[in-house]
């Protein structure tokens, strides 16, 4: 059974900070990675996707990578910015599966950028 | 269409009563998701249509909650005699092809 990891559980930093997500994954056999960012109380934006021959994707301050045989995964944010507060989740697509929305989600990690 | 939609997006029912949330996925979209979430945790894969069809269950899901999706449009997530553990967030999803869009999900306190 799939098992997907985050660390740390929450993290605060002051503005302008590079910070690092971590996710790790217990079985390798996947299709896709994807990270979501999730604001109280409301629904998830997927803000990375990663197939699982890419090694990483980037969307403007935000880098991905996949280490799939190694069952891990790094959401970079640059610069950060107090607009950035919010749980990032990472989530598994299983290869094998029938469908690649069907997920396994890490717990989150809740990030507080304060000004 | 602006995305998924989900409806009500809060309830407060009495243990015990049957409770209904409806989605609507992006239009031609032909996969449907259901999840929950609880406070803290990630969500957790309940059950998929693709169109009309009902293709995976979690056995997350009781002999208490069922899921339609009548005509592969709107779906229904119903849960029977409702009970304080059902008290989550129900998230609903919908894709076509690689790409995955959720609701804003709908909140369900059972006191």
């Known amino acids: 059974k799939q098992e997907v990891t985050q660390i740390p559980a929450a993290l605060s930093v002051p503005e302008g900070e590079n910070l690092v997500l971590n996710c790790s994954f217990t079985d390798s056999a996947i299709y896709n990675l994807q990270w979501f960012r999730q604001d109280p109380g409301k629904g998830l934006t997927s803000l990375l996707l990663?197939?699982?021959?890419?090694r990483e994707q980037t969307s403007g301050r935000l880098n991905a990578s996949l280490d799939k045989s190694s069952g891990r995964s790094t959401l970079y944010i640059a610069a950060s910015q107090p607009g950035d507060s919010a749980t990032y989740l990472c989530?598994?697509?299983?290869?094998?599966?029938?469908?690649?929305?069907?997920?396994?989600f890490g717990q989150g990690t809740i990030l507080t950028v304060h000004p | 269409d602006t995305g998924v939609s989900q409806d009500p997006r809060h309830k407060i029912t009495k243990r015990g009563q049957n409770v209904t949330f409806r989605c609507d996925p992006i239009s031609e979209h032909n996969r449907l998701y259901w999840y929950r979430q609880t406070l803290g945790q990630g969500p957790e894969f309940l059950t998929y249509?693709?169109?009309?069809?009902?293709?995976?269950k979690s056995r997350l899901l009781s002999d208490r909650f069922s899921a339609e999706r009548p005509k592969g449009s709107f779906s229904t997530l119903e849960i029977q005699r409702t009970e304080q553990g059902d008290s989550a967030m129900y998230l609903c999803?919908?894709?076509?092809?690689?790409?995955?869009?959720f609701g804003e999900g709908s909140w369900l306190t059972v006191v």
């Open positions: 990663i197939q699982s021959s890419q």
């Open positions: 989530a598994v697509s299983n290869a094998g599966g029938t469908s690649y929305g069907k997920l396994t």
């Open positions: 999803a919908s894709s076509f092809g690689n790409t995955i869009y």
């Open positions: 249509f693709q169109n009309e069809a009902q293709l995976e």
